[in-house]
RNA sequence: GGGCCUGUAGCUCAGUCAGGUGGAGCGACGGACUUUUAAUCCGUUGGUCGCGGGUUCGAACCCCGUCAGGCCCGCCA
């Protein structure tokens, strides 16, 4: 069974309806590491609507985080004074608005474009408008058995001064602050510097430490399931305690699922504070947002990713299209059994199908009727063999047989977005068609140079367009000692010091008479 | 010191919860095509399930130990 509907599974155990939440910070670019989350629980949801449930997904946005300090992606001089404020009374790095809406813009919008719907719970705004009130009166009321509950899970002592809630100081930072009585609804607070103040909690001058905040929230949102990052799965976690602090606020915990981390290939966890990361955005301006959600439902979350946007990437769309053949040829009828009455086979594709129907964007059915049939990696060939547009659509048509005058709209948005990539810093030296900067003569024996001669001198007499060349690699071909096969491979070690590679002719075309002769003039 | 996740074919991963003849895709190899848009189609190949023990008629799966990689145990989130 695919790992969405194991988990759907198990929430239909618990109820007929469920609130799935899930939270990021949003303290910078919003990566694809971040996204595993949203996306993980869109899954679930989804799988969810399959088995009838109700289910709701809800985008917490952790806006009234302080700053923790300033990254290397801002600017020092103006984000200094910031530190320990909320993310959402800072101003953004552009200038307009305020710093949590700069980083949510962009990832509300992928999102959008990855077919994920939700509802945004802004987390400032909450405390703002005392949603969080109850929550924070049962947590002062409750102090020291939570303080209990606290030190003996995560095997840690607590200060003596340790309060449930951190208040604003007077210029709304919240580092480095003590209270130092309480007279709800207000706390009385002194600052590293001895500063003295008082801070209403109705008014939400502050908020909870990030393990009351998680349980308190569970409750007055009422979350029923929640996936978490491996960083809070340890014993004595905040997951942990969470657990144990839920019935507190009056809910039982919700039922959870660890989640692994998004590595971007030999360099690590994507981490924004790092700058290490490909945003939601860079990766669909190269990428169709199905294949986004194909890097996620082919795996289960608790395996780590180690995320290629080079070739890496190419063969996983690639793998997409073929599924996606597959799937309306025969997956597509599979029934979808029970794991007691289906082999083992069976379940496989069923899981294969799984795969691909919570890749779609669309919720309900599948986004095409069929597969478009032409690879990525064909694709990014073509487009840099045929930079004009309508010769690559030609080339299509006689190739895959596409209608040049009125073309599927997502193959133009696939090129589209392949030149984007073909431009990008991602897209893998391997992938690339160069034509060699030198000739070694001596990786060629006497009659693989007898033949580079002769294609060289019939080359300068050729009208350089693509069936001038085609007769005369056919001519030059014919004339030499070599079979056809390891002429073609001669002249790819050749051009391109690949064995193998785009059909030759239109590619000497694109690479100009001029370069290709300038080339085969080492020979000699 | 304690905990969590991962380890299965050359690669990426299913399969572990519920023990019953080791699976998929890719790659590689071979063939078809005959003069190749890294093509397409067909076929073949593939494994000490990290390692060592235990339980069992039977273990990739359960238990114990161990090794490797990653992460966590903060009045941070």
Known sequence: MHW???????????????????????????HVGNMREVLTADMIVRACERINLNAELVYIADSADPLRKVYPFLEEEHYSEHVGRSL?????????????????????????DVGVEYRVIDAYQSYQEGKYTSST???????????????????????????PYNPTD?????????????????????????RTGRTNIEKGGGKLPWRLDWPARWNWIGVTFEGYGKDHSAAGGSWDTGQHLSPIFGSPPPIGMMYEWIYLKGRGAMASSEGNTVSGKELLDIVPPEIMRFLLT??????????????????????????????????????????????????QMIDEARKFELAQVKRHGTD??????ISFSHLSTICQIKS???????????THGINVQNPDARLLDRVNRMRNWIRSDWFPESAKIELSKSIEISNFNENEINFLKDFTKNAYSMIWDEESIQKGIKMTISESDLSPKDAFTTLYRCLLDRRRGPKLAPLLVELGQGEVLALLEMVK
């Open 137 to 163: 009166k049962t947590a002062i009321q409750n102090r020291s058995e939570i303080r209990d509950i606290i030190q003996d899970v995560s095997k840690r002592p607590l200060n003596d001064d340790w309060f």
């Open 4 to 30: 969405a509907d194991v988990i759907a599974e198990r929430l239909s155990q618990k109820g007929d309806s469920h609130i799935i939440a899930t939270g990021i910070t949003p303290s910078g670019p919003i």
């Open 388 to 398: 004009r547009q309508e010769d690559m659509l030609s080339s299509l048509s006689r």
């Open 170 to 194: 007077d210029e709304g930072k919240m580092h480095g602050i003590k209270v130092t009585a309480c007279d709800w609804p207000s706390v009385e607070w002194i600052t590293e510097d001895g």
């Open 88 to 112: 959402a009374t800072i101003p953004s790095p552009d200038g307009t608005g305020n710093y949590s809406d700069y980083f949510l813009k962009p990832f509300f919008s992928a999102l959008d």
């Open 298 to 347: 082919r795996v289960k979350p608790s395996k780590h990713i180690d995320f290629d946007p080079g070739e890496g990437l190419i063969s996983l769309a690639d793998e997409y299209e073929r599924l996606e053949q597959r799937y309306h040829q025969k997956l597509s009828n599979i029934e979808h059994k029970g794991i007691s009455e289906s082999s083992r086979k069976e379940q």
């Open 368 to 373: 095409h009727k069929d597969s478009l049939g």
